[in-house]
């Protein structure tokens, strides 16, 4: 049969948040880019084809990073004793100004573009800078890399330096020129539209960024209630308007099941029930949130709700785009949330956060981050041999990877059926 490929190892996959399914010296039959299916012994039908045997590595879905700063890559772990406004203003605005320069743009992009391979983020979901042409930078590098994902160029007309302020209608004109340039460009990298947040975008923008959404079919991200100062700045702006959530709202800018709104550390129940509503993604960063200080997100409390979420390195409030690190601190975090709510409710369990890093940021983009049958095969191979010699069953080795292994244990990476490392 042609297009077929079969491999066999130990097989490792949440469907749901609560339970991971395992198949030991398993199978799984990858039809072109999609998975045909798992089975523990071969069916006759495919027997008489070649396998791929990873013997006793594991099987993974590849990871799914949903918000992460691309022009913020050289600042990963500096400047992290501010909060998230003095942050930007001292370090972050100062760093993006340099993708003015598509040399400085090709150099960093390669470099990040090949770490996220190389941690095994096989989707990612980023924003660039203001820039138009580093952003298409960005598009080209990521694909000739091969992992999939959203790009944003970022639009900002106010409160931010003169620098990086742009002309209102210059900048949705270099958004429609990306939009219709690479919307067909390349089947894994496409734009998504991105105001940085509400304080550094005028209410012009976000009424036009609404209907440029609308009118071509577009997905949004962007920032929303991450630290108290942005958000009783945002009232300030905003007097009007019941909440933070409600601005963006209020543009078009919460497409159904098409949006996803980094942080919301402290989303009141108003704004939860929007999110839930509009099926907003929520991309918990507990790297960034813990970096800047910014406080911890109830994510176990938003996932058990219904919430549709997953997580971000968010680099660099976040200082580590593995996607491993990001789930370590995600359970750290929530356990720390768990004793502050005096041990009611839980916390995340490794179920849980292997969810959140593959199926529950996967669905963002689609049947993602799962082996069942008809989502895409992105899958990571792991050697986990050199991380202990003790007899573990396989969620315990998916346990120990988390927390000890990185880069080098990855040995193969799949994007789409095919082999990218
Ligand atoms: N809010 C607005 N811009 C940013 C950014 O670059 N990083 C984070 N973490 N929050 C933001
Ligand atoms: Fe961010």
Known sequence: MKGLKILKGNIIFTKDPNSFVTLENGYIVVKDSKVLGTYSSLPEEFKNLEIIDYKDKLIIPGFVDLHAHAPQFENRGIGLDRELIPWLETYTFVEEDKFKDTDYAKDVYSRLANSLKENGTTSVVLFSSIHKESTKVLFDTMHKVGISGFIGKVNMDRNCPDYLKEDTSKSIEDTIELVKEYSKKYPLVKPIITPRFIPTCSDEILLKLGEITTEYDLKVQSHLSENKSEIDWVSKLHPNTNGYGMVYDKFGLFKPQSTIMAHCVYSDKDEINLLKEKGVFVAHC??????LSSGIAPIKEMMDS???????????????????????LAVQLSKMKWLENNRKGSFLSTSNVFYLATKGGGSFFGDIGSFERNYDFDALIIDDSNLTNLDLSLEERLQKFIYIGDDRNIVNIYVKGSKIK
């Open 286 to 291: 507990p790297g960034s949130n813990t970096n």
């Open 306 to 328: 219904g919430l549709n979420v997953g997580l971000g390195s968010d680099i660099s409030g976040g200082h580590d785009l593995s996607m491993t690190k990001v789930m370590v």
